[in-house]
């Protein structure tokens, strides 16, 4: 079973770190909520409280691969860590994958881990990323390093991260399922705001599912 580190901090983006994680766990694969903040309870950018599995004191690099959730100030409190920074650095040297969203792949910068990639991140970060061929894409995989646009692209960062690790072997397979709606809804158009929210009315929307199913 393929194994996630997911790195949390006070000020972190809670969707971004969440539904990267929902969707691993619904595919089976082990995520742990690391923190690095000395105590495992955590408190989001908005304010809400989230328990880690465990605390990075506690932990060994035995992860296939270590990802970084965004917000401002979760960011600053990761890249502040020195012992996560040598983690990454160990990590990329072993040859394994890294993943990181929004404002967090300027940590990987910073460390000098994405020169040489294709890389994306949060609008105004391209000066942090260094060396890396930074792109307007939602979701960028360059070799082992994975990075994400922002929190409207969260799901996309947990689909992509599962068909890295888990789909290659061919025992699941992820589909698309759509469902139409006849009557009107409002959804969050998360894709085109990235973090404004609109709301969109809709008459004959489909929704669109990705299941994970066994062969």
Request: one cysteine or more.
């Given at each position: 079973?393929a194994k996630?580190?997911?790195?949390?901090?006070?000020?972190?983006?809670?969707?971004?770190?969440?539904?990267?994680?929902?969707?691993?766990?619904?595919?089976?694969?082990?995520?742990?909520?690391?923190?690095?903040?000395?105590?495992?309870?955590?408190?989001?950018?908005?304010?809400?409280?989230?328990?880690?599995?465990?605390?990075f004191?506690?932990?060994?690099?035995?992860?296939?691969?270590?990802?970084?959730?965004?917000?401002?100030?979760?960011?600053?409190?990761?890249?502040?860590?020195?012992?996560?920074?040598?983690?990454?650095?160990?990590?990329?040297?072993?040859?394994?994958?890294l993943?990181?969203?929004?404002?967090?792949?300027?940590?990987?910068?910073?460390?000098?881990?994405?020169?040489?990639h294709?890389?994306?991140?949060?609008?105004g970060?391209e000066?942090?990323?260094?060396g890396?061929d930074?792109?307007?894409d939602?979701?960028?995989?360059d070799?082992?390093?994975s990075?994400?646009?922002?929190m409207?692209?969260?799901?996309?960062?947990?689909?992509?991260?599962?068909?890295?690790l888990?789909?290659?072997?061919?025992?699941?397979?992820?589909?698309?399922?759509?469902e139409?709606?006849?009557?009107?809804?409002?959804?969050?158009?998360?894709?085109?705001?990235?973090?404004?929210?609109?709301?969109?009315?809709?008459?004959?929307?489909?929704?669109?599912?990705?299941?994970?199913?066994?062969?």
């Amino acid at each position: 079973m393929a194994k996630v580190y997911a790195f949390v901090a006070d000020g972190m983006e809670e969707v971004e770190c969440l539904a990267v994680c929902d969707c691993l766990r619904r595919a089976k694969v082990d995520v742990k909520l690391v923190s690095i903040m000395g105590r495992k309870m955590v408190t989001g950018s908005h304010g809400f409280k989230i328990e880690a599995d465990s605390l990075f004191e506690e932990i060994t690099d035995d992860a296939d691969v270590l990802f970084l959730p965004g917000g401002l100030a979760g960011t600053n409190n990761l890249k502040a860590h020195e012992g996560l920074a040598e983690m990454l650095k160990a990590h990329a040297t072993a040859g394994k994958r890294l993943a990181a969203i929004c404002a967090a792949p300027s940590i990987l910068g910073e460390l000098g881990l994405v020169k040489g990639h294709r890389a994306t991140c949060y609008p105004g970060f391209e000066t942090k990323m260094e060396g890396a061929d930074c792109r307007g894409d939602g979701i960028i995989t360059d070799r082992l390093i994975s990075t994400g646009r922002g929190m409207g692209w969260a799901i996309d960062l947990g689909l992509e991260l599962i068909k890295l690790l888990v789909s290659e072997d061919g025992s699941l397979r992820l589909e698309k399922i759509k469902e139409n709606r006849k009557t009107p809804v409002f959804f969050w158009n998360f894709y085109n705001l990235g973090l404004v929210f609109s709301n969109v009315l809709c008459y004959n929307s489909k929704r669109c599912y990705v299941r994970v199913t066994e062969k």
